[in-house]
């Protein structure tokens, strides 16, 4: 074996630059392979970042439409204690009102959190534009910034919350926040939970849902299915954000089919330039191999020759192939820039992926030369050195 490596360097190093040309077509092959599929893990991690990243992923809510939660700190117990798989959880009331300032009124979404678990989830700390996230009372609330904006409400102004019954409740702004999504912006309200409850007319252990984000986004139906089952409370519906968003499922399983299909028809041409540029060394080789057996090299060692080949090569693809990848992704995120200078599409490195990258490309080149190896088994040395 160690003979058939030495061989198979020599070869190699004879003909440097066939082997400089297969090595960079390996490697432009797993290049584009780590950036098709680094680029595709980004833009899906990015999409689900903006659409649930900031949100809930399952919400308990009463089985019956614009009724509340009952008892709500007991499901939130039994959530707690049964569920591993929960990772953040806030109770929430929701309601439409009216907000009133400078004889100007408009329609509005009050909602009430406790403010510290919401963060969790909605980082409102993270969006805040201006003002403080935590009031120092019930009666202080954050503003949207268009609202804001459309109204000419400064930090520390108070303004009138009006419910549907006609009362009146007053409030004071004490911060903006931007969360992104314009018609958010334009609408909600966030007070703490007890002013929404108050407004809304519902008592202390009433809540409109309980809002929660587990670990992996992906089994929210998984899990959500399984709270059903295990019937938490008959007075409860239970939603997740995959049954709300299969138009964005689709999407990502497009993308996610579309990369496999590339990086497979990628590997596929690798595996093919290597067979056959390995199958013409063999022509190429005839005769010194014809030598070598007539020298006493058996079959089994001109074959690993040609592995060995595959091999080598495999490895010094790979290892540029990682690189150019890399080198690609870099100058994507410096040159593909929005308006702010962000990235256009966040890269994110997968140091599993790049990996099996690697790997294929070893595989790949030694599967590659199993044909050319087996063709070298069959030569005869006395046909070989006869015919020249």
């Known amino acids: 074996m160690r003979l058939a490596f030495r061989i198979a360097l020599r070869f190699l190093s004879s003909s440097k630059g066939q082997t400089v040309l297969i090595a960079l077509g390996i490697a432009i092959g797993i290049s584009v392979q780590i950036f098709i599929g680094s680029l595709i893990e980004g833009l899906q991690i990015s999409l689900l970042d903006s659409t649930i990243g900031s949100s809930p992923h399952i919400t308990i809510s009463a089985a019956e439409k614009n009724d509340p939660v009952e008892d709500y700190l007991t499901l939130e117990n039994k959530i707690d204690q049964q569920y591993s798989k929960v990772s953040f959880m806030t109770p929430s009331v929701s309601g439409g009102a009216f907000m009133k300032t400078n004889d100007k009124t408009q329609q509005i979404l009050l909602r009430g959190f406790e403010l510290d678990l919401a963060d969790d989830i909605y980082k409102i700390s993270d969006k805040l534009i201006d003002g403080s996230m935590m009031p120092s009372s019930d009666d202080e609330i954050l503003l949207g910034i268009s609202l804001a904006e459309e109204f000419d409400v400064t930090i520390g102004e108070t303004i009138d919350i009006l419910t549907a019954t006609g009362e009146v409740y007053p409030a004071k702004v004490v911060g903006y926040f931007d969360l992104k999504v314009a018609s958010i912006n334009q609408s909600w309200i966030i007070s703490p939970l007890a002013f929404s409850q ?73 595996v093919l330039g290597i067979a056959s540029v390995l199958a013409i060394t063999v022509l ?53 820039l929005n308006p702010d200078g962000t990235p256009v ?26 044909i050319p190896a087996l063709k070298s088994r069959k030569l005869s040395p006395i046909e070989v050195i006869k015919n020249g």
């Not at 049954?243 to 499922?249: P, S, T, V």
């Open 198 to 270: 108050n407004t809304l007319g519902l008592t202390t252990d009433q809540v409109t849902s309980l809002e929660i984000q587990i670990d992996s986004p992906f089994d929210a139906d998984i899990l959500a299915t399984q709270m059903l089952g295990d019937n938490l409370s008959d007075q409860i519906r239970i939603d997740n954000w995959k049954d709300q968003n299969e138009q964005l499922l689709s999407g990502l399983s497009g993308q996610s089919t579309s990369s496999l299909m590339i990086q497979v028809f990628v590997v596929i041409s690798v």
């Open 284 to 336: 190429q080789k005839s005769r010194q191999i014809g030598i070598l057996k007539a020298m006493g090299i058996n079959d089994k060692t001109s074959s690993l020759v040609f592995l060995f080949q595959g091999f080598i090569l495999g490895i010094l693809g790979g290892i540029l192939g990682i690189l150019f990848g890399l080198g690609l992704l870099v100058v994507f995120t410096k040159f593909a």
């Open 345 to 370: 599409v966040p890269i994110f490195i997968n140091m599993k992926f790049i990996g099996l990258s690697g790997f294929i490309a070893v595989a790949a080149s030694t599967l590659a030369s199993i």
